[in-house]
Structure formats: C-alpha cells, structure tokens
C-alpha cells in the first residue's frame, strides 16, 4: 500500500520511519522524498494489507506525521493516445515508458500518483481511476 507521509516543524528531524520499520520488522520501500529543515513529504510503499495496516498508521500518526493513503491508479485510454511519449519524461519516478511505436507501460507499483503525466498528455488520454 502507498502512503504520503508529511512531516511538520515538529517532527521532521526525529527518525521515525526508521523508528517504526524497528519496531514492526517491515521492510518499508521509498519511492519519493523531500524533506528540508522543516517540512518533510515522503512516498513510501508498505508491503502489507488494509487489515494489517492499522498498527503502522497508529504508530505514525501518535508520533504528529499526516498520512494519506493514495488508493488511485493511473490508466491509459488507447483510443485516445497518439504514442507521442508527452506523457514519458515528466514522470518523476521514470513509472512510464515506451516500449515501441505505439506501445505505452505504466507502472502501477513505481507510480507515485503525482498527475505529472494527465497534465502532461496533449490528448488527455491518461487519467486517474
């Protein structure tokens, strides 16, 4: 499951999801980070199911971080794409490719659902579901 992490002033210098990948034993995936000296905003991938995520969402918000869960997914409407490759090298965490001439790939799990690429398609043949 991906979540947003946002850190305020208050918490973005402590170790927390070093902290929590400690104490549940998970093995937590980074996909995007920007932290500065007082803000922080993370896209992380915790490879457990709904049921088993209450304690990680617990342990996150008693410590003052926002978590949002991104649930959409990203689809291309082939009807409407043009293969231009508009939509390819905006993506931030490369989660779009061409794979040929008229062939497009998106990448569910590498896709952060930041809309870079429904802004980017000229055709808008790429939404989110």
């Not at 995007?32 to 709904?50: F, K, N, Y």
């Not at 082939?78 to 790939?105: F, H, L, N, T």
């Not at 799990?109 to 870079?116: G, K």
């Amino acid at each position: 499951m991906k979540l947003r992490l946002t850190y305020t002033p208050e918490n973005v210098g402590e170790p927390i999801l070093s902290k929590l990948i400690l104490a549940k034993g998970l093995e937590i995936n980074i996909i995007e980070a920007r932290i500065s000296g007082d803000r922080g905003t993370m896209i992380v991938d915790v490879p457990l199911r709904r049921d088993e995520l209450e304690g990680v969402l617990g342990f996150l918000k008693d410590r003052g971080v926002e978590v949002e869960e991104i649930a959409f997914a990203i689809e291309l409407d082939e009807g409407k794409c043009i293969y231009c490759g508009a939509c390819v090298s905006p993506c931030p965490v490369q989660a779009i490719r061409m794979e040929g001439p008229r062939d497009i790939r998106i990448d569910q799990d590498r896709c952060v659902r930041c809309l870079i690429c429904v802004n980017a398609c000229p055709m808008r043949a790429i939404r989110a579901v």
